[in-house]
């Protein structure tokens, strides 16, 4: 190696001018290391700059003729003249690779629009059957009501109709979500400290899972953000809900808010816009996910778990939630790390 802007190379890049040096012995610019580390006797040498219109992009040396004579003026015309055309070439390379390395950019963020394109559409589409759905439950769930004043626990229809009754109001409960999903429900937006928001979720959920301990992670001074309380409640309780069905032997769940500024280099991908965010997080150390699973679980009714378990919904509708409240949720997890 020659150290920068030593030996002949080096003065042409300082200088941006060819060098033509017919006895390198006698030209005090010679660098005489290089010979010693490449075994090579150097007697002439021609270099010229090579120039991407103005701008210096590299040097072109050439050392010793063939037929064992020096370099003349002739030589440096004829290496100039392809010089120009290389650092052409050179730098035409340069530019074409940039543009393609943007427009494979705008191909990702393209892809990732046309992602929220497909929730609102599935989230149009879902508002528009929970209407219609919730309608024939509640047809469904009247004429049970009638039949059940009818007769006396003792009645062997009675346990069936008690039955149907339970099965209406799950399904009440999946058009609910999915009404929340699709911002279909009322909402009601108010300054809310999500600290406090994170307390109180969490001391409804935690007497009933005993096995999990809880920690907390809030920082002081958390701004106060403008929200619909019961969808981010519910947001929160399906977080939290995922997060006990992943420790079936117990674990640690962490809570944590932390204020973030979001600038516009971060938001870019995420079709957010910059500024003031609060950030909550819900940490499991469970069963994880692999990536084929973790690619899919926001999609609606996505759901690795058996019938009864899961709707695959919790997640779709904590999307479109947080989606309508101009927020950003996003997983990270490890198979057999945690979430
Ligand atoms: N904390 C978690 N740990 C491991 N896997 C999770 C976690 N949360 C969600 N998942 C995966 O994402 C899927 C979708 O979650 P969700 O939308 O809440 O639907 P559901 O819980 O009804 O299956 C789950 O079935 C599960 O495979
Ligand atoms: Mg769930």
Redesign the pocket.
Known sequence: RIPASEGIAGWVVEHGQPVLVPDVKKDERFYKEVDKVSRFKTKSIVCVPLKAKTKLIGVLELMNKVDGTAFTEEDVVLMSIFAYQAAMAIENARLYSELKERLEGEIQLQKKLSESDKFRALGLMASGVAHDFNNLLMGIQGNTSLMLLDIDSSHPHHERLKNIEQSVQTGAELTRQLLGFTRGGKYEIKPTDLMELMEKTSRMFAPTKKEIRIFTKYQKGIWSVKVDQAQIEQVLL?LY???W??MPSGGDLYLQTQNVTLDKEFVRAIDIKPGKYVKMSVI?N????DET?RKR?FDPF????EMGR???????SAYGIIKNHGGYINVS?EKGEG?
């Open positions: 399906n809900v995922n997060a069905q992943a499991d469970g069963v994880g996910m699973t679980i996505f759901t690795t778990k899961g709707t695959g919904l919790g997640l779709a997890s979430t």
